[in-house]
């Protein structure tokens, strides 16, 4: 009787255990069906308010007319896009990933020791999940107030990519602590038990097997990047004309979609712009995307 008592309590804790987890497992569809239905309807109205002015001939290959007219097509932000995105991440990416670098591979024993060294580490950890949430607004006046101003670079594309690199700085370098800590121990181990050095280890061990991670954080400041109006809007200029040097102005889509819709009300231009703006970041990734794997081989080649 004991042992009947003892299975039939066993088989109701499974049966109780079966139901939460298809309960759990419920949920989470509902919550990823949610966020997928809400993504298609957001995607659906743009393209509803903005395909037919995608289609009209000139719009990607004329520039703004200026002024409050809303006239013209986008092809210079395109380009000033592309710029910015370019020099933002030439600019934070080497900076994120060797400050996480040695933060995770040289200065991680430092972590609870004593002395000057082990708090400054403390300190930038510490400034590094700070700024991660400080409102993107912070980051636009304070390049305009250094670049702009101090500095004497102007409303220009030099200014707006130091600003945007400030911006993502964080994020590059969070993502990229993240992907270092999930590399086995045991691989910097044997590396090491072979004769290579520290540096040797991380280059040709590490970095390659963390290498899916630190894209993906500089794949979410690309699309930072391209869809941040704050920072850029006290820091590039706002100019339709297209840059001609570093220190030229200019005006992203992003900033052009916000210009049309609250100066000039062009929404259908705005949704056009919209369009372009969600393809773009599209394109974007996949090319990251492929040049990961090129440099991924490359490096697997060196193991």
């Known amino acids: 009787m004991a042992k009947s008592g003892i299975s039939s309590r066993a088989r109701s804790n499974i049966n109780r255990r079966h139901w939460i987890q298809r309960i759990a497992f419920g949920v989470l569809w ?4 949610v966020a997928i ?19 009209e001939p000139g719009f990607l290959t004329t520039q703004p007319r200026g002024g409050l007219s809303g006239e013209g097509g986008i092809s210079t932000t395109i380009v000033t896009t592309l710029y ?7 600019i934070a990416t080497p900076l994120g990933v060797f400050a996480a670098v040695y933060l995770v591979e040289y200065a991680g024993e430092m ?3 004593r002395g000057l060294l082990p ?16 409102p993107s607004i912070i980051f636009g006046l304070f390049g305009y107030a250094l670049f702009v101003s101090a500095l004497h670079f102007g409303f220009s594309l030099l200014s707006a990519g130091l600003a945007g690199a400030c911006l993502i700085l964080p994020v590059i370098i969070r993502t990229t602590e993240e992907a270092l800590l999930t590399v086995p121990k045991s691989y910097r181990e044997a590396s090491l038990a072979l004769g290579a050095t520290q540096w040797q280890t991380v280059w040709g061990v590490v970095l390659p097997t963390a290498l899916p991670g630190v894209i993906t954080g ?3 400041s690309v699309g930072r990047v391209v869809s941040e109006t704050a920072v850029f809007y006290v820091t590039l200029g706002g100019s339709y004309r297209l840059p001609t040097s570093l220190l030229s102005g200019g005006r992203t889509m992003a900033l052009h ?7 000039t009300r062009a929404f259908n231009k705005a949704m056009a ?19 990961t794997n090129r440099l991924r081989k490359r490096l697997g080649g060196q193991l």
């Open 30 to 33: 509902l919550a990823g069906a």
């Open 37 to 55: 239905a809400a993504l298609v309807v957001v995607i659906f109205y743009v393209f509803r308010g903005g395909f037919a002015e995608v289609i």
């Open 273 to 291: 712009t919209g369009i372009v703006l969600v393809v773009s970041i599209v394109l974007i990734n996949l090319c990251i995307n492929l040049l």
């Open 218 to 220: 500089v794949i979410l």
């Open 119 to 134: 708090r400054l580490v403390a300190v930038a950890r510490f400034g590094v999940e700070t700024l991660a949430g400080v």
């Open 84 to 90: 910015l995105v370019i020099l933002t991440i030439l």
């Open 111 to 113: 972590q609870g020791g």
């Open 257 to 263: 979609l916000y210009y049309l819709a609250m100066d």
